[in-house]
């Protein structure tokens, strides 16, 4: 009696053997399909060559089939290279697309306790190569996500940077890309950006009427989706950041506690308007109510939102926001005559910038730190902080402040105080930063 091993193991044989018989008859027509045989046609074939007068008509059918299947299988290749050759686009869509996920997964570190550093070296390396994509790419609907994605990292880097004409040059491209693929959301977006780029460059007029523009594309985009509350948050703040830039040019009285008043209720509406939790939203709303609490001389008022978000960004990872609610509270401690509390509050922002390679915000404590030293006579010690600033910016041309501190610790004048108030006196001096803080 044979055992159901050896009953097996002669099965499997057999089965060993009719495939070594029907390979040669298969490889025949295969080749016409190339590597396209899988198993499931050899088994069909196999079968049809059992039956004869099948054989022609099967062959045909097969050589049939697998050409149907090689242009099914190369199908979506040969439509990729269509559209490229038709868009003549110099770029792989696939090349825009990884683009835009590596940017998107870079913003997020940026700032950060999560690579905060390895995401600013990563757009010191990676920018000029992002800005020459969005400048090779013709406009084509299907494009317009990843052209979001990669203009939202540039705005935030560009921001970061203060590099406004960079900025302004990117919401001008965006919003010929929106014109050409018909997207008014990033029509919307691209005029508010172009806002900020105006009021870093100083020129409020410009920026007011870009932020005029994308008010009045809002209405006729769409209601109340998550997009739209967005959008309408952003604009909201960057009004209340171009009140206080008016704030700052124009003298004490009526028309400058009218334009804080302003400031104050954009960031309200701000934060009502916004499209459910948004942690790096909140925080920099209450940073800019302490910005327009200390404008109004409320150093006590201004300390209460900024302990609060300094908290919230200390356990949320947002090492940038936690550096610029600490870098306030300095100022708000130099006002309530306090300087070295002022200066123990501007070390620790100062380290956290550093943490992040956030030069701008570094630049800025150091120039408090040298400022201060030259108020109270330490003129070597405010040389060596403002010149570690003046580095860190490239030079002080653009930086009327620091190169006025400058020239007080190289002289020795130190800047008189009109009324005798400390508070008063820092008060005015560091006025003019606030604008600069993050938006």
């Not at 050409?180 to 508010?192: V, Y």
């Not at 994308?214 to 998550?226: E, L, T, V, W």
């Not at 653009?398 to 190169?403: G, N, S, V």
Request: with cysteine.
């Amino acid at each position: 009696m044979t055992s159901p091993e050896s009953s097996e193991q002669a099965a499997a044989e057999d089965k060993q053997a009719k495939a070594a018989r029907r390979r040669g008859d298969i490889f025949g027509i295969s080749a016409l399909a190339s590597a396209l045989l899988s198993g499931l046609a050899g088994d069909k074939l196999s079968q049809s060559l059992d039956r004869g007068g099948w054989i022609s008509v099967v062959g045909i059918s097969l050589t049939i089939g697998f050409a149907l299947i090689w242009a099914i299988y190369n199908a979506p290749v040969g439509l990729r290279r269509y559209r490229a050759w038709r868009a003549a686009a110099p770029h792989q869509a696939t090349e825009l697309h990884a683009a835009a996920e590596e940017a998107e997964q870079w913003l997020v570190s940026l700032g950060s306790d999560a690579g905060g550093m390895g995401a600013a070296e990563w757009f010191e390396q990676n920018e000029p190569r992002l800005r020459d994509l969005l400048l090779a790419e013709k406009p084509r609907e299907e494009a317009a996500d990843d052209i979001a994605r990669i203009c939202d990292a540039l705005d935030a880097w560009y921001v970061r940077k203060r590099a406004a004409s960079d900025l302004l040059t990117a919401s001008e491209y965006l919003a010929a890309f929106a014109d050409a693929s018909g997207r008014t959301d990033l029509a919307e977006l691209a005029a508010a950006r172009a806002a900020t780029a105006y009021r870093l460059m100083g020129d409020l007029e410009s920026a007011n009427t870009r932020l005029g523009i994308s008010g009045n594309i809002a209405p006729a985009r769409r209601g109340h989706s998550r997009t739209a509350a967005a959008l309408r948050t952003r604009r909201e703040v960057e009004g209340a950041l171009w009140h206080l830039a008016r704030a700052e040019a124009i003298p004490a009285g009526y028309d400058r506690n009218e334009a804080l008043s302003n400031a104050r209720n954009r960031l309200d509406d701000a934060r009502l308007s916004r499209p459910g939790p948004d942690l790096a939203g909140d925080i920099a709303i209450q940073i800019n109510l302490a910005v327009v609490q200390l404008h109004q001389q409320d150093p006590a008022g201004a300390l209460d939102q900024l302990r609060a978000a300094a908290a919230r960004a200390s356990a949320g990872g947002d090492v940038s926001g936690q550096a610029h609610a600490l870098e306030l509270t300095g100022v708000a401690a130099w006002m309530q005559q306090s300087p070295h509390e002022a200066r123990q509050w501007w070390e620790h922002a100062e380290h956290l910038y550093a943490e992040i390679d956030e030069r701008e915000g570094r630049a800025r404590c150091l120039q408090h730190l040298g400022s201060a030293a030259v108020l109270t006579g330490q003129l070597n010690k405010a040389r060596e902080l403002l010149q570690q600033s003046e580095l860190l910016r490239g030079g002080s041309d653009h930086h009327p402040i620091l190169a006025k501190y400058l020239a007080a610790a190289h002289d020795g004048e130190v800047p008189v105080v009109p009324d005798g108030a400390p508070h008063k006196a820092a008060a005015n001096w560091f006025r003019r930063l606030f604008a600069r803080l993050k938006a």
